[in-house]
């Protein structure tokens, strides 16, 4: 089917108490296997494209990639930018086809963010695109990220509450204590914050550095507004691994797609288990979409309501 917007599917997953999986693609295996493993699971699901895979792999050739992917998929589909750098990033992504943005202004002091993600969800809104921002900061593991220094990132309810109001954004990544890029599952996440995150913002929440959160504590984030979880690491080290694993059983072969058939399996199995961890599989309906009963219109506040 054509793609969707992630507004009603996450909306649709606040209601429903579960997380839609938003996985990162780099190539044509990464796509084939985030969208097999959705369509076997009949779940929602939301392809994203980083500033990395966008150089990588150019941004009209990854929005195709996914497009065609989605059409021949039986399951609701959302291309969405990944850490959308700046507003001409956005508004190319908006061009490209994309159906869902992201304004990262996490690094930016707060009064520069409200006015960049407000500035980008104007034009997003005008085309019915919803906007994912970011406050307080979800830090890279990359930079050596300290106990203190995560506390310190973590996203401030009374803050959240007012940015929601001025930018009008439909989703925001809050800061719980999940780092980006870490290589195991070790952190737990801060519920209590969220708990107070949820009693001051009433849209869905994202979380970022899933990949290194305990499980356990991922799955009760769903219960307090994470709705949507990204996964980006853990598919890298699935499909590196797969092909290494390959290229060892046959090192004589000289034709790549007997290893990369490896590496999209094994991308396609983490898949399936983070589908089935969020709660998300089984949640596309015989009539092709999320629960259509929950889908809220006019969320926004105090913006362009109509
Ligand atoms: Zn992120």
């Known amino acids: 089917m054509p793609l969707v917007t992630s507004k009603e599917m996450l909306w649709a997953a606040l209601e429903g108490h579960f997380a839609v999986g938003a996985f990162n693609a780099n190539n044509m295996e990464q796509v084939q296997a985030i969208i097999d493993a959705a369509v076997e699971e009949h779940a929602p699901v ?10 990588y792999a150019g941004l009209n050739f990854a929005a195709a990639m996914v497009k065609a992917a989605a059409a021949d ?30 304004y990262d202004g996490s690094k930016e ?27 307080g900061r979800v830090l890279q593991a990359t930079d050596g990220a300290t106990e203190e220094e995560i506390e310190a990132a973590k996203t401030d309810p009374a803050q959240a509450r007012e940015f929601v109001e001025r930018t009008g954004c439909s989703s925001l990544a809050v800061a719980i204590g999940s780092v980006h890029a870490m290589k195991t599952a070790e952190a737990e996440l801060d519920i209590e914050r969220l708990k107070k995150l949820r009693a001051a913002v009433n849209i869905p929440f994202v979380l970022h ?17 994470i709705c949507k979880i990204n996964v980006a690491t853990m598919l890298n080290q699935a499909f590196t691994r797969g092909l290494l694993e390959a290229i060892q059983e046959d090192p004589e072969n000289v034709d790549p797609r007997k290893w990369l058939i490896k590496s999209r399996e094994a991308v396609k199995e983490v898949v399936r288990h983070k589908i089935r961890l969020f709660g998300s599989s089984g949640k596309v309906t015989a009539s092709g979409f999320v629960s259509p009963k929950t889908v809220h219109r006019g969320v926004h506040i105090g913006g362009t309501e109509e």
């Open 46 to 55: 939301i392809l994203q494209v980083s500033q990395g895979a966008i150089r």
């Open 73 to 102: 998929a039986d399951v609701p589909v959302v291309l969405h930018l990944d850490h959308g750098t700046d507003f001409a990033q956005n508004v190319r992504c908006l061009r490209a086809g994309f159906t869902s943005l992201m």
């Open 109 to 135: 002091p707060f009064e520069v963010n409200v006015a960049n993600t407000r500035r980008i969800v104007e034009i997003a809104d005008i085309v019915g695109i919803p906007v994912e921002a970011e406050l």
């Open 209 to 225: 550095g899933s990949s290194g959160v305990k499980e356990e504590s991922e799955v009760e984030a769903i219960q307090y507004g």
